[in-house]
């Protein structure tokens, strides 16, 4: 059984800073391209930032230079560094991985981030 547990939510205010984790169980954690996709109220979900098992990334336009995605094959886990937060990046944020492009996404249950003074 596949799960992915995301952690690391919370309230912030604008500018600050937190950190995403997620743990990854029933798979092959090393072989798997992990990615972070956000959803706000009444709008699609969007990719965030994703690494593939063989460690490239890609961003959102409007993360780059602000967020940083990372991984530990050892933890099963994948990161979410997220600095400099806005108000527009108040969205519940999501934990996937696939083998790869025309394979099945696992989901994780989401955890809300929200920027706010």
């Known amino acids: 059984q596949v799960q992915l547990v995301e952690s690391g939510g919370g309230l912030v205010q604008p500018g600050g800073s937190l950190r995403l984790s997620c743990v990854a169980s029933?798979?092959?954690?090393?072989?798997?391209?992990m990615a972070w996709y956000r959803q706000a109220p009444g709008k699609q979900r969007d990719l965030v930032a994703r690494m593939s098992s063989g460690g490239n990334t890609e961003y959102a336009d409007s993360v780059k230079g602000r967020f940083t995605i990372s991984r530990d094959n050892a933890k099963n886990t994948v990161y979410l560094q997220m600095n400099t937060l806005k108000p527009d990046d108040t969205a519940v944020y999501y934990c996937s991985g696939r083998l790869g492009p025309f394979f099945p996404t696992y989901w994780g249950q989401g955890t809300q981030v929200t920027v706010s003074s």
């Open positions: 029933g798979i092959t954690f090393s072989v798997y391209d």
